[in-house]
C-alpha cells in the first residue's frame, strides 16, 4: 500500500503563485512517474504535467510556460509551482505515482486524496 499526502492548495488571486507537494509513502521499491492532474466542476479529470524517474516533463499545453513539475528522488515527493494563475485553474488538483513495489516489472498506480485550488478574478 502507497500513500500519498498532498498539500499546498488554498485560494489566491488571478496572477499569483502556489506550490503544490505530493509526497509518497508505503511499500516503494521505485517510482516510475509522477504527475498531477486536476478536476474542475462539471468536468473530466485532466492532465496537467508529469515527470518522469529521469527527468523528463511533460505538460498540458495551458499551463506550459505558467507550471513547472519538479521532483526529489531521495524523499519520493513531487512539487507543482503555479505561476501567472488564472480563474480557469481552479480545480481539485491530484496528484499520480506510478510505482513498482519489486524488482518485477509489475507497475501500480496511486492516487492522492486531491487538493483545491480556487484563484478568484
Known amino acids: 500500500q502507497v500513500q500519498l499526502v498532498e498539500s499546498g492548495g488554498g485560494l489566491v488571486q488571478a496572477g499569483g503563485s502556489l506550490r503544490l507537494s505530493c509526497a509518497a509513502s508505503?511499500?516503494?521499491?521505485?517510482?516510475?512517474?509522477m504527475g498531477w492532474y486536476r478536476q474542475a466542476p462539471g468536468k473530466q479529470r485532466e492532465l496537467v504535467a508529469t515527470i518522469t524517474s529521469g527527468g523528463s516533463t511533460n505538460y498540458a499545453d495551458s499551463v506550459k510556460g505558467r507550471f513547472t513539475i519538479s521532483r526529489d528522488n531521495a524523499k519520493n515527493t513531487v512539487y507543482l509551482q503555479m505561476n501567472s494563475l488564472k480563474p480557469e485553474d481552479t480545480a481539485v488538483y491530484y496528484c499520480?505515482?506510478?510505482?513498482?513495489?519489486?524488482?518485477?516489472?509489475?507497475?501500480?498506480?496511486?492516487w492522492g486524496q486531491g487538493t483545491q485550488v480556487t484563484v478568484s478574478s
Open positions: 499520480n505515482v506510478g510505482y513498482f513495489k519489486s524488482p518485477l516489472p509489475i507497475r501500480y498506480d496511486s
Open positions: 508505503g511499500s516503494i521499491f521505485s517510482i516510475n512517474f
